[in-house]
């Protein structure tokens, strides 16, 4: 919008200029100062300016305050906690997941999601304070040194989750993810560490960034939809058979009552209107012989 308003002014002075240079004026500096000055004003560039400078201070203090979090291990941890919590209540609904529940036999990650292979726990409170120093030193040496002391640090943390997040016989999945706050530092992980990560994927620990756990989460939820739809197609397919045992033992029934019951009852009646007949026709000969 300033960029805007600025190339706005632009044009304006130049429109004067040459409108100056058609009357056939000569340009003097006190001609610009004065227009320039003037439509500053109208446009209130001193206010529009001032606001900028306020909200770039605003950036500034907000991107320090975010650098602080990082910095400090706890508020770093938080950061990642609520990332992670955004992402899970935006994308499942509430009974497909927990934050910092109790579970496993007094285990409490970060968050758990509720799976059709069991409880899949996540970690988010990722070590980042080696990383941080790697990227800031200039020495090659000592950001190799930092390196490497990141590299025992991911090593140890994932370890701890593999002990204890991954753990089938209590109700876990069979893996568990490890969750990075951070694309930068997931991507940096990828290109230089992808034999590791690969070795702990085999173990059953998934390390995620924001991207990467947004698309398992949706293939998670589409395992859930499916194995709902599997549950109820067996829930209609029992329901039908047991309508096929209702419908076999009523026809049963009707083949007896109808075979035994309801035929003999028509022979009996046909019987019974038989000596009903000959003894209306005996009744009917006493009665003309009476009237003879």
């Not at 919008?1 to 706005?8: E, R």
């Not at 990141?150 to 089938?168: M, Q, T």
């Not at 490890?178 to 620990?205: C, H, Q, W």
Request: charged share 30%; with cysteine; glycine share 4%.
């Amino acid at each position: 919008m300033i960029t805007q308003i600025l190339l706005a002014v632009v044009v304006i002075l130049l429109v004067i200029l040459i409108f100056l240079v058609i009357k056939g004026r000569s340009v003097k500096p006190r001609d610009i100062e004065n227009a320039v000055s003037s439509t500053w004003t109208k446009l209130g560039l001193d206010e529009k300016i001032g606001k900028l400078a306020i909200h770039a201070q605003d950036i500034r203090d907000s991107h320090r305050s975010i650098e602080q979090m990082l910095r400090v291990p706890m508020e770093r941890a938080a950061l990642g906690e609520m990332s992670l919590e955004t992402i899970l209540s935006d994308q499942l609904p509430p009974d497909m997941f927990g934050i910092r529940k109790m579970i496993l036999d007094g285990k409490i990650p970060d968050a758990h999601i509720r799976s059709t292979v069991g409880l899949i726990c996540i970690d988010s409170k990722f070590p980042l304070d080696n990383y941080r120093k790697m990227a800031e030193v200039e020495d090659s040496k000592e950001k190799e040194d930092f390196k490497n002391d990141f590299r025992k640090d991911v090593r140890s943390h994932l370890n701890k989750i593999a002990e204890d997040y991954v753990c089938p016989e209590k109700g876990s999945a069979e893996f568990a993810f490890a969750y990075i706050p951070s694309e930068a530092v997931y991507y940096f992980l990828v290109n230089e560490e992808f034999e590791m990560l690969r070795d702990y994927t085999k173990r059953g620990i998934q390390v995620v960034s924001p991207l990467t756990l947004s698309h398992k989460i949706e293939l998670i939820k589409a395992g859930v939809h499916a194995k709902k739809l599997s549950e109820e197609a067996e829930s209609v397919r029992k329901d039908l058979n047991v309508i096929s045992q209702r419908f076999n033992e009523i026809d049963e029934l009707w083949r007896v009552f109808y075979n035994t019951h309801l035929r003999n009852a028509g022979d009996r009646a046909e019987e019974l209107d038989t000596a009903y007949r000959k003894l209306r026709e005996e009744f009917d000969k006493i009665s003309r012989m009476s009237k003879e």
